[in-house]
């Protein structure tokens, strides 16, 4: 592509990228589109690949001393407690006691499920709707979900046992405005994590910040005993619990914005002398492969916009030919396949092996598999001891699988192995529920529920921060955030 040899280490792609841009040149070198600009990155050399542009303002995108990487991390983590899925994976720990006691039993976990779905759909209308109306920054759409989140675990705290008809009406509302909430992670929370310019890891750290505040959620309940005969403390305290996790995560998203303030207000001349007192670089946006270089962002947005006549492009016109239901951007192969497989690891983790659980509980807690023993097994409290069990080691395993991702990089993003480990203990989980006994006995019946949720849980945990991470490399800086966004709307 006529790029400096020296400049190739530095560049973040993918392979898609690589064969789109290759691509793209070939095409855009017969097409006298914008030549003066091609003539000026053709001869920049690599001295002005580290260039900034001239119109480039005279600020930093993030500088520090060389001691805050720590402290920022820790704070993307506590920024996840409150603005991710920790209430509605608290509101599943509970469900083994609060199962026990509302008019719905062991449909509970399902009818949970089917509020928040309906939460799930709804959000993303509804946020498209108001944002074309209202132009919020993505940072006021944060708070929005902290308040949510806020009002869920305050609600789940003071009328759990409310029934209204029948049914748990409250419970209702805190799962639909949990998860509601909840996918603001993926529509303003991780762009807003990457719109200043923080690297990849950021966005992991984030992730793993929710999944950690399900980890304390989880070991809480460990110390409850839900469902168990022994219950220490009632679901309202540990609701109690859950409002503080989130008020912490509020605060650490407002310590977040003063320093994002506060750093893009430093001017350039300072940073670069605090570089040369031992501070790390100022970091451009990167994909877990390196430093991005200025040109590289040049060359492949000059390359992206110019090629008319692409693969790419021509996927493209056929999105924008779908009368603009879809985004420019939805039928480009690359993003088709984060998408879709991002969709399957989130409905298999957080739809069927949720509502799928209590009943493969009760079966491999009963003492021969059958409707009838496994009905006295939920009855006995046997049936919700293994369920919280389970949910708790396995919301530990999402913990585990969303730190490690921190320290993967983005290129050995595999997707094959992600739907296996997803689609296969799903169908360890579904033969539980007919009565299935590995060994021919409730011990392995409990070892294949047990191991098989926790390695579900681990793939989500590990591949969903890395399927964000990789959604926009094959597009320009200024199209990245709203590609990133896409997935969590499939």
């Not at 962002?297 to 009368?323: E, K, P, T, Y």
């Not at 049936?383 to 490690?404: I, K």
Request: aromatic share 8%; proline share 6%.
């Amino acid at each position: 592509s006529g790029m400096p040899r020296q400049t190739k280490p530095m560049l973040r792609t993918s392979a898609v990228q690589v064969e789109c841009a290759h691509q793209a040149a070939h095409t855009s070198s017969h097409t006298p589109s914008d030549p003066a600009a091609a003539a000026a990155l053709s001869s920049a050399g690599p001295s002005a690949a580290a260039e900034p542009p001239a119109d480039a303002p005279d600020r930093c995108l993030d500088c520090g001393d060389g001691k805050g990487g720590g402290y920022e991390a820790l704070l993307y983590l506590l920024f996840g407690l409150g603005s991710g899925w920790t209430l509605v994976d608290a509101t599943m720990i509970e469900v083994a006691k609060m199962g026990q006691v509302q008019p719905e039993g062991l449909a509970l976990a399902t009818a949970l499920g089917t509020a928040g779905t309906i939460g799930s759909t709804a959000v993303v209308p509804l946020f498209y709707a108001f944002q074309r109306q209202l132009r919020w920054p993505l940072g006021r759409w944060v708070w929005l979900a902290l308040a949510g989140q806020m009002g869920a675990a305050v609600l789940g705290a003071a009328a759990w046992r409310v029934t209204w008809g029948g049914t748990s009406a409250a419970l209702y509302a805190v799962s639909f405005l949990s998860t509601f909430s909840g996918n603001f992670q993926q529509l303003a929370v991780v762009p807003w994590v990457q719109e200043g310019g923080t690297d990849s890891a950021a966005v992991s750290w984030t992730m793993a910040g929710s999944n950690f505040g399900a980890v304390i959620c989880s070991l809480v309940g460990f110390l409850q005993m839900p469902g168990s005969p022994e219950q220490r403390f009632s679901v309202s305290v540990f609701f109690a619990v859950v409002a503080t996790l989130v008020g912490l995560g509020a605060a650490a998203y407002a310590l977040l914005r003063r320093l994002r303030n506060r750093h893009s207000s430093r001017p350039a001349a300072e940073c670069s002398a605090s570089r040369g007192e031992g501070g790390r670089r100022a970091r451009q946006p990167v994909a877990g492969d390196g430093m991005a270089s200025m040109r590289h962002v040049q060359q492949s947005d000059l390359i992206l916009r110019r090629a008319s006549g692409s693969r790419c492009a021509r996927w493209c016109r056929r999105a924008r030919g779908c009368g603009g239901f879809l985004p420019w951007f939805a039928l480009h192969p690359h993003v088709v396949r984060v998408a879709a497989v991002n969709a399957i690891l989130q409905l298999v983790c957080w739809i069927f092996l949720r509502s799928l659980m209590p009943y493969a509980a009760a079966r491999a807690a009963s003492e021969d598999g059958t409707a009838a023993s496994a009905q006295q097994a939920h009855e006995d409290g046997h049936a919700g001891e293994l369920q919280a069990l389970t949910v708790e080691v396995s919301l530990l395993a999402v913990f585990a699988g969303a730190t490690l991702s921190a320290y993967v990089p983005d290129r050995a993003v595999r997707l094959a192995p992600a739907l296996a480990c997803e689609l296969l203990p799903l169908v360890a989980i579904s033969a539980l529920c007919t009565g299935w006994r590995p060994l021919g006995s409730s011990t392995g019946a409990r070892a294949a529920l047990l191991v098989s949720a926790t390695v579900a849980r681990f793939a989500d945990g590990l591949f969903s921060p890395l399927l964000y991470r990789i959604a926009g490399d094959p597009f320009p800086e200024s199209e990245r955030q709203a590609v990133t966004q896409w997935p969590g709307v499939v």
